[in-house]
Protein backbone atom coordinates (compact mmCIF):
# COMPACT_ATOMS: atom_id res chain seq x y z
CA UNK A 1 0.00 0.00 0.00
CA UNK A 2 1.52 3.73 -0.88
CA UNK A 3 0.45 6.41 1.18
CA UNK A 4 -0.04 9.46 -0.88
CA UNK A 5 0.60 12.76 0.46
CA UNK A 6 -1.62 15.40 -1.85
CA UNK A 7 -3.45 18.60 -2.57
CA UNK A 8 -5.38 19.09 -5.86
CA UNK A 9 -2.75 20.44 -8.04
CA UNK A 10 -1.00 19.93 -10.98
CA UNK A 11 2.20 18.37 -8.74
CA UNK A 12 -0.31 16.33 -7.08
CA UNK A 13 -2.01 14.92 -10.13
CA UNK A 14 1.35 13.65 -11.37
CA UNK A 15 1.23 10.66 -9.10
CA UNK A 16 -2.74 10.33 -9.06
CA UNK A 17 -2.40 9.99 -12.73
CA UNK A 18 0.54 7.17 -12.71
CA UNK A 19 -1.30 5.41 -9.22
CA UNK A 20 -4.77 5.04 -11.48
CA UNK A 21 -2.64 3.99 -14.62
CA UNK A 22 -0.82 1.22 -12.78
CA UNK A 23 -3.77 0.23 -10.39
CA UNK A 24 -0.95 0.18 -7.46
CA UNK A 25 -2.97 0.18 -4.39
CA UNK A 26 -2.85 3.97 -2.61
CA UNK A 27 -4.73 5.62 0.47
CA UNK A 28 -4.90 9.50 -0.52
CA UNK A 29 -3.74 12.07 2.65
CA UNK A 30 -4.84 15.27 2.04
CA UNK A 31 -2.85 18.07 2.92
CA UNK A 32 -4.20 21.49 2.68
CA UNK A 33 -1.62 23.63 1.99
CA UNK A 34 -3.93 26.60 1.74
CA UNK A 35 -4.23 26.44 5.78
CA UNK A 36 -0.27 25.40 6.39
CA UNK A 37 -1.00 21.60 7.26
CA UNK A 38 2.25 21.20 5.02
CA UNK A 39 4.15 22.87 8.06
CA UNK A 40 3.59 20.29 10.50
CA UNK A 41 6.06 18.07 11.78
CA UNK A 42 4.14 14.72 10.76
CA UNK A 43 4.17 15.83 7.17
CA UNK A 44 8.41 17.63 7.39
CA UNK A 45 9.42 14.28 8.06
CA UNK A 46 8.50 12.80 5.09
CA UNK A 47 8.28 16.00 2.77
CA UNK A 48 11.16 18.52 4.32
CA UNK A 49 10.97 21.10 1.87
CA UNK A 50 7.35 21.29 2.89
CA UNK A 51 5.20 20.37 -0.66
CA UNK A 52 3.15 17.69 -1.68
CA UNK A 53 3.16 15.27 -3.16
CA UNK A 54 5.14 12.85 -1.38
CA UNK A 55 4.60 8.94 -0.93
CA UNK A 56 5.22 6.53 1.88
CA UNK A 57 5.32 3.21 0.08
CA UNK A 58 4.94 0.07 2.43
CA UNK A 59 6.24 -2.38 0.28
CA UNK A 60 9.32 -1.33 -0.95
CA UNK A 61 10.56 -3.81 -3.60
CA UNK A 62 13.48 -4.24 -1.83
CA UNK A 63 11.18 -5.64 1.00
CA UNK A 64 12.53 -3.48 3.65
CA UNK A 65 11.79 -0.65 6.27
CA UNK A 66 8.95 1.31 4.26
CA UNK A 67 10.42 4.41 1.64
CA UNK A 68 9.09 8.01 2.05
CA UNK A 69 9.66 10.18 -0.99
CA UNK A 70 9.12 13.47 -1.77
CA UNK A 71 9.64 15.66 -5.19
CA UNK A 72 7.23 14.74 -7.60
CA UNK A 73 10.32 13.04 -10.78
CA UNK A 74 11.84 11.01 -7.96
CA UNK A 75 8.82 9.66 -6.87
CA UNK A 76 7.66 9.42 -10.30
CA UNK A 77 11.42 7.84 -11.38
CA UNK A 78 10.65 5.73 -8.30
CA UNK A 79 7.07 4.17 -9.23
CA UNK A 80 8.40 3.36 -12.63
CA UNK A 81 11.20 1.51 -11.62
CA UNK A 82 8.76 -0.40 -9.15
CA UNK A 83 6.33 -1.31 -11.90
CA UNK A 84 8.40 -1.35 -15.17
CA UNK A 85 5.80 0.99 -16.41
CA UNK A 86 6.20 4.44 -18.04
CA UNK A 87 9.56 4.64 -18.61
CA UNK A 88 11.01 3.09 -21.25
CA UNK A 89 13.58 -0.48 -20.80
CA UNK A 90 15.90 0.44 -24.09
CA UNK A 91 18.17 3.40 -23.21
CA UNK A 92 17.71 5.89 -25.93
CA UNK A 93 13.99 6.25 -25.80
CA UNK A 94 14.69 6.08 -22.06
CA UNK A 95 17.07 8.68 -21.95
CA UNK A 96 14.38 10.85 -24.11
CA UNK A 97 11.82 10.17 -21.75
CA UNK A 98 13.89 11.13 -18.81
CA UNK A 99 15.13 14.50 -20.60
CA UNK A 100 11.46 15.90 -20.28
CA UNK A 101 10.54 14.29 -17.40
CA UNK A 102 13.61 16.92 -16.37
CA UNK A 103 12.29 19.37 -18.33
CA UNK A 104 9.17 19.79 -16.94
CA UNK A 105 9.90 19.74 -13.03
CA UNK A 106 13.00 21.74 -13.87
CA UNK A 107 11.06 24.25 -15.94
CA UNK A 108 7.95 24.09 -17.17
CA UNK A 109 6.51 23.71 -13.48
CA UNK A 110 8.19 26.50 -11.51
CA UNK A 111 7.72 28.62 -14.53
CA UNK A 112 4.35 28.05 -15.20
CA UNK A 113 4.21 28.42 -11.18
CA UNK A 114 5.28 31.76 -10.95
CA UNK A 115 2.64 32.27 -14.06
CA UNK A 116 0.01 31.07 -11.79
CA UNK A 117 0.91 33.43 -8.86
CA UNK A 118 1.31 36.59 -11.00
CA UNK A 119 -1.53 36.29 -13.02
CA UNK A 120 -4.00 34.57 -10.21
CA UNK A 121 -3.01 35.15 -6.91
CA UNK A 122 -0.38 38.01 -6.20
CA UNK A 123 -1.98 40.49 -3.84
CA UNK A 124 -1.32 43.53 -6.29
CA UNK A 125 -0.98 43.27 -9.90
CA UNK A 126 3.06 43.15 -11.06
CA UNK A 127 2.62 43.90 -15.14
CA UNK A 128 6.77 43.30 -15.45
CA UNK A 129 6.35 39.70 -13.64
CA UNK A 130 3.35 38.85 -15.37
CA UNK A 131 5.37 39.87 -18.85
CA UNK A 132 8.41 38.01 -17.84
CA UNK A 133 6.31 35.14 -16.93
CA UNK A 134 3.93 34.71 -19.16
CA UNK A 135 6.61 35.32 -22.69
CA UNK A 136 8.45 32.26 -20.58
CA UNK A 137 5.10 30.30 -20.75
CA UNK A 138 4.56 30.94 -24.49
CA UNK A 139 8.38 29.91 -25.23
CA UNK A 140 8.28 26.46 -23.10
CA UNK A 141 4.61 25.95 -24.83
CA UNK A 142 6.58 26.44 -28.01
CA UNK A 143 9.28 24.11 -26.99
CA UNK A 144 6.62 21.88 -26.62
CA UNK A 145 4.68 22.16 -29.59
CA UNK A 146 7.62 21.54 -31.37
CA UNK A 147 8.14 18.43 -29.87
CA UNK A 148 4.76 17.31 -30.31
CA UNK A 149 4.54 17.62 -33.87
CA UNK A 150 7.65 15.45 -34.07
CA UNK A 151 6.59 12.40 -32.16
CA UNK A 152 2.83 11.50 -30.09
CA UNK A 153 4.62 12.02 -26.79
CA UNK A 154 7.46 14.10 -25.40
CA UNK A 155 9.88 11.66 -25.16
CA UNK A 156 8.66 9.13 -28.69
CA UNK A 157 5.84 7.11 -29.35
CA UNK A 158 5.00 5.53 -25.84
CA UNK A 159 3.22 7.34 -23.08
CA UNK A 160 5.53 8.30 -20.02
CA UNK A 161 6.31 9.72 -16.71
CA UNK A 162 7.47 12.60 -18.98
CA UNK A 163 3.80 13.13 -20.17
CA UNK A 164 2.22 12.29 -16.79
CA UNK A 165 4.17 14.77 -14.95
CA UNK A 166 3.98 17.57 -17.98
CA UNK A 167 -0.12 17.03 -18.86
CA UNK A 168 -1.47 18.88 -15.23
CA UNK A 169 0.40 21.52 -15.89
CA UNK A 170 -0.82 22.06 -19.77
CA UNK A 171 -4.43 21.40 -18.75
CA UNK A 172 -4.20 24.88 -17.19
CA UNK A 173 -3.33 26.76 -20.21
CA UNK A 174 -6.46 29.38 -19.59
CA UNK A 175 -4.97 30.09 -15.76
CA UNK A 176 -1.47 30.85 -17.72
CA UNK A 177 -2.76 33.10 -20.20
CA UNK A 178 -2.59 30.72 -22.92
CA UNK A 179 -4.28 30.65 -26.21
CA UNK A 180 -4.03 26.73 -26.79
CA UNK A 181 -4.82 27.07 -30.92
CA UNK A 182 -1.64 28.75 -31.26
CA UNK A 183 0.10 25.05 -30.40
CA UNK A 184 -1.83 22.62 -32.27
CA UNK A 185 0.31 19.86 -31.04
CA UNK A 186 -0.54 20.24 -27.50
CA UNK A 187 -3.92 20.90 -28.10
CA UNK A 188 -4.08 17.41 -29.76
CA UNK A 189 -1.71 16.03 -26.91
CA UNK A 190 -4.03 17.06 -23.97
CA UNK A 191 -6.92 15.88 -25.50
CA UNK A 192 -5.71 12.33 -26.00
CA UNK A 193 -4.43 12.31 -22.67
CA UNK A 194 -7.18 13.19 -21.55
CA UNK A 195 -9.20 10.50 -22.92
CA UNK A 196 -7.60 7.63 -20.76
CA UNK A 197 -9.64 6.04 -18.30
CA UNK A 198 -6.84 6.61 -15.55
CA UNK A 199 -6.82 10.00 -16.39
CA UNK A 200 -10.59 10.31 -16.15
CA UNK A 201 -10.12 8.77 -12.80
CA UNK A 202 -7.22 10.80 -11.36
CA UNK A 203 -9.50 13.73 -12.58
CA UNK A 204 -12.68 12.19 -10.42
N1 LIG B 1 9.46 20.56 -7.03
C1 LIG B 1 8.30 20.10 -6.32
C2 LIG B 1 7.25 21.17 -6.34
C3 LIG B 1 6.06 20.81 -5.47
C4 LIG B 1 5.17 22.01 -5.21
O1 LIG B 1 5.44 23.13 -5.64
N2 LIG B 1 4.06 21.75 -4.50
C5 LIG B 1 3.16 22.83 -4.12
C6 LIG B 1 1.75 22.52 -4.57
S1 LIG B 1 1.66 22.33 -6.34
C7 LIG B 1 3.15 22.93 -2.60
O2 LIG B 1 3.09 21.95 -1.92
N3 LIG B 1 3.18 24.16 -2.07
C8 LIG B 1 3.13 24.40 -0.66
C9 LIG B 1 4.18 25.38 -0.17
O3 LIG B 1 5.00 25.83 -0.99
O4 LIG B 1 4.17 25.69 1.02
C10 LIG B 1 7.79 18.80 -6.95
O5 LIG B 1 7.93 18.67 -8.18
O6 LIG B 1 7.27 17.93 -6.23
Redesign the pocket.
Known sequence: MIDLYY?P????YKISLFLEETGLPYTIHPIN?GTDE?FTPEFLAISPN????AIVDHEPADGGEPISI????AILLYLAGKTGKFLSQNERERIQQQQWLFWQ?AGF?PML?QNHHFNRYAPEVVPYAINRYVTETQRLYKVLNTQLEKTPYLGGNEYSIADIATYPWALCYEYQKINLQDYPAVEKWLENISQRPATKAAYK
Do not use: L
Open positions: ATPNGIQNKIPFESGVGG
